[in-house]
């Protein structure tokens, strides 16, 4: 059963009581939930937790045994043919031909998706410079780092512009430089309006991007939620400060101060508090920080971190293999 | 679709300029010595050079590429790309089937018009030649890419070459027999009619050609989760069995013809089911989706579900039928077989099929089909080999369908067939019925 479900309008994937089985295996156990448009959701969960299933299912190449697949309100399991339209999917494997150049590849990718022949070209070329790599068009996709062929599998997805990119493991085996560029890549798809689905173990990395997290694990969907906690208007957020050097009666200084409450301090030199989201608010209480003589070298809303609430999701007992 | 970019990405990958430069020049310097060979003469030696290089061209190596150019999608990850795409069925089938094997085309495109001009047989007769090993090749071909499909939808993902090798064997070993049939000018009777031996085997090469594209095309429309109406496999089987009952012919030993073409048609729709069972999916989870569809009272796409096998069966059983309803009203069938010894027979085959369902539904499926072929080798070998041994020839008929002891076999594989059922029965109620 869906946990944390929140809904919103335009909804653009929806899977709805969801049951897979492998033989002797149930792979997935009545999920539920719905992503709204524009959104780029982390899906996380341990090795095995059913992810690579789901988003196959998603992508309407497997048929689950039971429940009801919407994408864009079309039925995938009625019409699986008019959802690849809509999809682009990128496996974990890449799937490229290692004989074809960049420009061979892209140009089969455009006309295998229907693209009108005058404007094959045009397509292959405005893909391969979405995805930085137009500049080596007539190098072969064997002969690319890992990092390009990556890119080179992401341009190939989106040729056709689908509406939902769905995303296996897409930064396993990336260096940091090229994962902070796919973060950057896929806030762009998402600017353009593409709905994204991305699955990872790297949670630091689906971090930098993600707008929404759903954690599966053996295969149910115990929780759904936004990774940037957005709170209500004139609700608390947390502050943390960073001292420039020990202060004695730390605690006490504090305490004079009437706008914040729930103070924890962390060490001599880091503590944290609640008080207003107001901006005016939060700088009448640096002022008088400053004014109680506390030497205050760092002052900012804390984010929570997903890895945080992944392992506060999963709980206690179950931190396995994130 | 712009043309067929299927094709064309095999074109690119095939016809690079210097592979298309080479083969004119390798085939040409065979064909040299082949003409020195025979004291400078370009006539029946070049030919038939020409006629070898043809065949390691277009059938050996063309079976080959057409096998591998599916099982290459599945070893770099790009089938399921290719499933997501908006090609259409039929352009990927025929873009793979031509395309993989351009470059074998190509080579013996040259080969063909070597023996065109060195045969020295009448035009007609060369053109003959020429069609059915066209035709030859596009049968071997499209036999490897249908048998690689064929893997991939019972989701043996870890296929590999081998089993193009076995089918490379088996054209090597096939072909030797081929030949003189194809050469020697005599006639064939098909259901009573004298027909040249070189045109029958050119329409029915022609006529298996056709249907093995269709079997590629249907693959690929399941492949593409394209919905389509399961009439190709029953539609085969029917040709197969009318094609093979045409064969049979009048003899006082054979009794009546028409119960003897009744008969053939049986054993060819028994074979074929044999056959599909071996090369299906039998997982319950393939099963579990046909109940569901039963029970949302779904019965196209319940049909659309139901394996070959099970769609070969009616017509084993309406053959069966009107053999026996047949041989009841004259009095006279082939070789004088009883009605029981027909029912035991598709009492065994259904116990068969049971059996294979029984141990597919097991915990180890990785090898059921190796285990129910084990133990099917004991039952209709082992076992009753022994009791012919021990002179005991009555027992056998408790493990074979025996026409003199029909009733026996008859009773005997119902039993099999009873217990079989209720075997996998309650394996399915304990493992598999909850959903």
Known sequence: ?322 | MNGNPEFRRHLWLEMTPYRTAGMPLLLGAVFYIAYLSDKSRFGESVAGTAVVLFVALAFLWGNRQATESIITEIRDRTWDWQRMSSIDPWSLSWGKLFGSTIYTWYGGFFCLAVYFAASGDPAPDSIRMIAILVLGAILCQSSGLLASLQIIVIKERSYNSSFSSAFIFLSIVLLPAVIPFVTHKFSVLWYGNDYAKIDFILCSLFLFDAWLLAGIYCLVREEFKFRTAPVAWPAFTLFLMIYAAGFAESSPENGDLFSLRLLIAFFVACGLTYLTILTERKDPVAYRRMIKEAKNRRWLRLLEKVPCWALTLPLVFLTAILFIAFTSVTGDNAGRLSPVFIISIVAFLGRDLVLFNFFNLGERTKRADILVLLWLSILYGLIPGIFMLLKMEAVTALFWPRNDYGLLSCIAAFCQLFAAWRLTLTRWRNKHSIV
């Open chain 1, 1 to 322: 059963m869906p946990v944390n479900l929140y809904v919103r309008k335009n909804i653009m994937i929806r899977g709805e009581h969801l049951i897979f089985d492998y033989p002797g295996i149930r792979a997935l156990n009545d999920v539920s939930f719905q992503l709204p448009k524009g959104s780029i959701t982390a899906l996380v969960g341990p090795n095995g937790a059913g992810k690579t299933t789901l988003l196959r299912c998603l992508a309407a190449l497997e048929e689950p045994v039971a429940g009801k697949i919407e994408i864009n309100g079309v039925d995938a399991l009625l019409n699986p043919r008019t959802c690849h339209r809509q999809i682009g999917y990128l496996s974990d494997f890449f799937g490229l031909y290692d004989e074809l150049t960049i420009r061979q590849s892209l140009f089969h990718a455009a006309s295998i998706h229907d693209i009108p022949a005058d404007r094959l070209e045009k397509a292959a070329f405005n893909a391969a410079e979405r995805l930085a790599i137009a500049d080596r068009l007539e190098t072969k996709s064997g002969k690319l780092s890992r990092g390009l062929r990556q890119r080179l599998a992401i341009a190939q997805a989106i040729v056709h512009n689908p509406g939902v990119l769905l995303l296996d493991e897409p930064a396993s085996g990336l260096d940091p430089e090229a994962r902070h560029s796919l973060a950057g890549l896929f806030l762009k798809l998402r600017d353009e309006g593409m709905t994204i689905l991305v699955s990872s173990h790297i949670l630091g990395e689906l971090e930098e991007y993600s707008t929404d997290m759903l954690v599966i694990r053996e295969g149910q969907i115990i929780s759904h939620e936004p990774v940037t906690i957005t709170p209500e208007k004139g609700s608390a957020v947390r502050i943390r400060c960073f001292l420039a050097r020990p202060v004695e009666g730390l605690a006490e200084s504090l305490s004079k101060i009437e706008s914040i409450e729930d103070i924890c301090i962390e060490d001599s030199l880091h503590f944290d508090f609640a008080c207003s989201e107001n901006p005016e608010i939060q700088h009448i209480l640096l002022r008088e920080l400053m004014d109680l003589g506390l030497p205050v070298s760092g002052f900012a809303p804390e984010r929570r971190r997903m890895q945080d609430a992944y392992l506060a999701t999963i709980g206690n007992g179950q931190r396995k293999e994130v």
